[in-house]
Nanobody
């Protein structure tokens, strides 16, 4: 069974940094786009950043200037480095991946279990 396993959340003071990690485990052929989302209490899940299999990154408003997405294809992992955190960044953070279980489509679309990030003022 292919799944995403996240780690790295926690409690941090405003102005601090956190690095989230997410690894794809199980048997599969390849990983396409990977991404990070977040969902704050009472709000919709929102996209933070995506990264292609080739390493091309794209950022949405919540992350621009403060977050860096990266991936290590050898480790089947994606990371989110978050700096200058503010209380408004408090949310559950989810990784997302498009995974090909075989060389042929269709791929499967996976979500991590979510990791809580809490930023105190």
């Amino acid at each position: 069974q292919v799944q995403l396993v996240e780690s790295g959340g926690g409690l941090v003071q405003a102005g601090g940094s956190l690095r989230l990690s997410c690894a794809v485990s199980g048997t599969f052929s390849s990983i396409d786009t990977m991404a990070w989302y977040r969902q704050a209490p009472g709000k919709q899940r929102e996209l933070i950043a995506t990264i292609s299999s080739g390493g091309y990154a794209n950022y949405e408003n919540p992350a621009k200037g403060r977050c860096t997405i990266s991936r290590d294809n050898a480790k089947n992992s994606v990371y989110l480095q978050m700096n200058s955190l503010v209380p408004e960044d408090t949310a559950v953070y989810y990784c997302y991946a498009i995974v090909y279980q075989t060389e042929r489509p269709p791929p499967i679309f996976l979500w991590g279990q979510g990791t809580q990030v809490t930023v105190s003022s």
